[in-house]
């Protein structure tokens, strides 16, 4: 078969690796000028490959199975970060990290017992009183922060997701950076990725579809979906998709986050480390590469609109910058080289990821995955509990390819 994926983020490079990999045609179109979507490795200063910064998904986790075998097969390996995503030494409030875990230990017990769809208030209002509050404070910053969302939009899911532990499990990331793997996976294909077109439509039946581009057209018997579902519920289909994949579209909750990198100067020993700003609702960290030692940068990752504006993102890096500098102030920072990115403003993006919003139900996340006739949906978005997350889009991908493969369309070729 002829497969048209839209999209070289992680979510379509699977799909068309696996598809590539049986025999089928398979031609892969994306907007920007590079592979990797929403995953982009970039030299925080030019010509300094220790500086090689994630300006968007940063870390492998626990249980990130199927990215771990396809950087096998690519050649790659993980580099450790000498941190733990997991833990993070929470300041502004009178609490420590094991308060933090003991009081998010309740909130996930309690939450279990509520549906996933259940708004998260509704957990907080049984454990207030039963945990320490400043603890609270520091867990509900967290999960706002991971979130990209107020606490008032977010259902129970969002106290037992993937990401919510607290073990001091070890971090990695790609050694070289994670796009690498974008890079690899694209290398790796019988075609070239189509850089720098632009989908402005998609002309679907059952048995076939038409993606037309700023370029032309292309035929094909299958086409994956695999961009943001920013970007699918504003692109034309025709005829227009099914009104339960509208309103899933419609209903899923798009979080808002941005990214600081900030050069650090001199020669001062700087250790790996984790430190949350609770009011602030952003984080910080410093870690290792793939020499073993830590690389010259501070990190930091914010989440919800009010945390955003009140960092001044829209303006620059400058304000978060300082905050940062406060924040920790045994770094030396190269504060005027510091680098924001936010992916609200990226046209090809206009969002970070998914989280689980009120109003959220089992049957909206099943739409966002069916397939469309002739068309199927991958993302990290139709991912289910691994939504929001690399492996999330690895995984969708996979998914998708099986579902081609399953559909029994004629052989490939």
């Given at each position: 078969?002829r497969?048209?994926?839209?999209?070289a983020?992680?979510?379509?490079?699977?799909?068309?690796?696996?598809?590539?990999?049986?025999?089928?045609?398979?031609?892969?179109?994306?907007?920007?000028d590079?592979?990797?979507?929403?995953?982009?490795?970039q030299?925080?200063?030019?010509?300094?490959?220790?500086?090689?910064?994630?300006?968007?998904?940063?870390?492998?986790?626990?249980?990130?199975?199927?990215?771990?075998?396809?950087?096998?097969?690519?050649?790659?390996?993980?580099?450790?970060?000498?941190?733990?995503?997991?833990?993070?030494?929470?300041?502004?409030?009178?609490?420590?990290?094991?308060?933090?875990?003991?009081?998010?230990?309740?909130?996930?017990?309690?939450?279990?017992?509520l549906?996933p769809?259940?708004?998260?208030?509704?957990?907080?209002?049984?454990?207030?009183?039963?945990?320490?509050?400043a603890?609270?404070?520091?867990?509900?910053?967290?999960?706002?922060?991971?979130?990209?969302?107020?606490?008032?939009?977010?259902?129970?899911?969002?106290?037992?997701d993937?990401?919510?532990a607290f073990?001091?499990?070890?971090?990695?990331?790609?050694?070289?950076?994670?796009?690498?793997?974008?890079?690899?996976?694209?290398?790796r294909?019988?075609?070239?990725v189509?850089?720098?077109?632009?989908?402005?439509?998609?002309?679907?039946?059952?048995?076939?579809?038409?993606v037309?581009?700023?370029?032309?057209?292309?035929?094909?018997?299958?086409?994956?979906?695999?961009?943001?579902?920013?970007?699918?519920r504003?692109?034309?289909?025709?005829?227009?998709?099914?009104?339960?994949?509208?309103?899933?579209?419609?209903?899923?909750?798009?979080s808002?986050?941005?990214?600081l990198h900030?050069?650090?100067?001199?020669?001062?020993?700087?250790a790996?480390?984790?430190?949350?700003?609770?009011?602030?609702r952003?984080?910080?960290?410093?870690?290792?590469?793939?020499?073993?030692a830590v690389?010259?940068?501070?990190?930091?990752?914010?989440?919800?609109?009010?945390?955003?504006?009140?960092?001044?993102?829209?303006?620059?890096?400058?304000?978060w910058?300082?905050?940062?500098?406060?924040l920790?102030?045994?770094l030396r920072?190269?504060?005027?080289?510091?680098?924001?990115?936010?992916?609200?403003?990226?046209?090809?993006?206009?969002g970070?990821?998914?989280?689980?919003?009120?109003?959220?139900?089992?049957?909206?996340?099943?739409?966002?995955?069916?397939p469309?006739?002739?068309?199927?949906?991958a993302?990290?978005h139709?991912?289910?509990?691994?939504?929001?997350?690399?492996?999330?889009?690895?995984r969708?991908?996979?998914?998708?390819?099986?579902?081609?493969?399953?559909?029994?369309?004629?052989?490939?070729?």
């Amino acid at each position: 078969m002829r497969i048209v994926v839209v999209g070289a983020g992680f979510a379509g490079l699977m799909a068309a690796y696996s598809l590539d990999r049986v025999g089928h045609e398979v031609i892969v179109v994306e907007a920007r000028d590079r592979v990797g979507g929403r995953v982009w490795s970039q030299e925080l200063i030019p010509g300094n490959p220790r500086t090689v910064v994630e300006r968007g998904a940063e870390f492998v986790l626990d249980g990130y199975d199927v990215m771990s075998d396809v950087v096998g097969e690519c050649g790659l390996h993980f580099a450790p970060m000498g941190m733990s995503y997991y833990v993070r030494e929470p300041r502004g409030v009178q609490t420590d990290a094991d308060a933090v875990a003991a009081c998010a230990a309740t909130v996930r017990a309690v939450a279990t017992q509520l549906s996933p769809a259940e708004p998260f208030t509704s957990v907080l209002a049984r454990v207030r009183g039963e945990v320490d509050e400043a603890a609270l404070a520091a867990l509900v910053s967290r999960l706002e922060v991971t979130n990209g969302a107020p606490a008032e939009l977010l259902t129970a899911a969002a106290a037992s997701d993937v990401t919510v532990a607290f073990e001091a499990s070890p971090s990695t990331r790609v050694a070289g950076g994670n796009q690498r793997l974008a890079i690899e996976l694209a290398a790796r294909l019988d075609q070239p990725v189509r850089t720098g077109e632009v989908v402005r439509r998609v002309q679907w039946t059952d048995e076939s579809a038409r993606v037309l581009t700023d370029r032309g057209s292309v035929d094909a018997d299958r086409v994956v979906m695999a961009v943001p579902l920013t970007v699918s519920r504003q692109l034309d289909f025709e005829p227009d998709v099914p009104s339960s994949k509208r309103e899933a579209w419609d209903a899923a909750g798009i979080s808002h986050a941005a990214k600081l990198h900030v050069p650090l100067v001199g020669d001062d020993p700087v250790a790996p480390s984790a430190v949350q700003s609770v009011p602030d609702r952003y984080w910080t960290w410093t870690s290792t590469d793939g020499t073993g030692a830590v690389q010259p940068v501070l990190h930091c990752f914010g989440g919800s609109q009010s945390a955003l504006e009140a960092l001044d993102v829209a303006a620059g890096p400058t304000t978060w910058a300082r905050r940062a500098a406060d924040l920790r102030p045994g770094l030396r920072l190269d504060l005027e080289r510091a680098v924001v990115t936010t992916w609200a403003d990226d046209p090809y993006a206009q969002g970070v990821y998914e989280y689980p919003s009120t109003g959220w139900t089992m049957s909206h996340e099943s739409a966002l995955s069916s397939p469309m006739g002739a068309v199927h949906f991958a993302g990290e978005h139709t991912a289910g509990a691994w939504a929001g997350l690399m492996e999330g889009a690895l995984r969708s991908g996979l998914r998708v390819s099986e579902e081609i493969r399953v559909s029994g369309e004629g052989e490939p070729g």
